[in-house]
């Protein structure tokens, strides 16, 4: 069984750099799958954010890859997020999944709520 | 980036009803598409992936249907736990995208 946690802060200001930890257990190196994230505003849709596979394969979304870095911790299984110059339009429940880029994620964290305020 | 069609963004529908829910890709994405459930306050759970295949422990009453850009989540028999917001989710490229959403209330 796969579980993931999110952890992190939940309040960062404007400009600021958020780094979100997910801690996950039960992905084994061999099953294909990566970690990744994905976020949603309050009351909005699901944004994929990045993924990165067992062997350091990067992916991240266009439209943010200028801000986002993914990186992972085999030997703690955790993937770290982080996301620069942070605006409100930032704030959102971030979710940790697990999954593949070319079928579906199949396990998701229970998320956390940023919120990017002065 | 593909765009993902959700309407109507809520539909009603009361216990033992049979509801279809739509998702239209603005391109051809085969059957690169996947359905999740999401209830307030959780993560989304996948249900169907790749248009119809259903997931391990998910009820049978659930259904994917279609291929292309026309794609159909189908939910008989509603049951309590069914009301929730549904999203579909094309895998066919990168970025991944997903729909808007839609809301499945008690009538």
């Known amino acids: 069984q796969i579980t993931l946690k999110e952890s992190g802060p939940t309040l960062v200001k404007p400009t600021q750099t958020l780094t979100l930890t997910c801690s996950f257990s039960?992905?084994?190196?061999?099953?294909?799958?990566?970690v990744g994230w994905i976020r949603q505003p309050p009351g909005k849709a699901l944004e994929w954010l990045a993924l990165?596979?067992?062997?350091?394969?990067?992916r991240y979304s266009p439209s943010l890859m200028n801000r986002l870095t993914i990186t992972k911790d085999t030997s703690k299984n955790q993937v770290v997020l982080t996301m620069t110059n942070m605006d409100p339009v930032d704030t959102a429940t971030y979710y940790c999944?697990?999954?593949?880029?070319?079928?579906?994620?199949?396990?998701w964290g229970q998320g956390t709520l940023v919120t990017v305020s002065s | 980036d593909i765009q993902m069609t959700q309407s109507p963004s809520s539909l009603s529908a009361s216990l033992g009803d049979r509801v279809t829910i739509p998702c239209r890709a603005s391109?051809?994405?085969?059957?690169?598409l996947n359905w999740y459930q999401q209830k307030p306050g959780k993560g989304p759970k996948l249900l169907i992936s790749?248009?119809?295949s259903l997931q391990s422990g998910v009820p049978s009453r659930f259904s994917g249907s279609g291929s292309g850009t026309d794609f159909t989540l189908t939910i008989s028999n509603l049951q309590p736990e069914d009301f929730a917001t549904y999203y579909c989710?094309?895998?066919?490229?990168?970025?991944?995208?997903f729909g808007q959403g839609t809301k499945l209330e008690i009538k």
């Open positions: 790749a248009a119809s």
């Open positions: 990165i596979y067992w062997d350091d394969d990067k």
């Open positions: 999944v697990s999954g593949s880029l070319v079928t579906s994620f199949d396990s």
């Open positions: 989710q094309q895998s066919y490229s990168t970025p991944v995208t």
């Open positions: 039960g992905i084994s190196k061999y099953s294909g799958l990566g």
């Open positions: 391109q051809n994405i085969r059957n690169y």
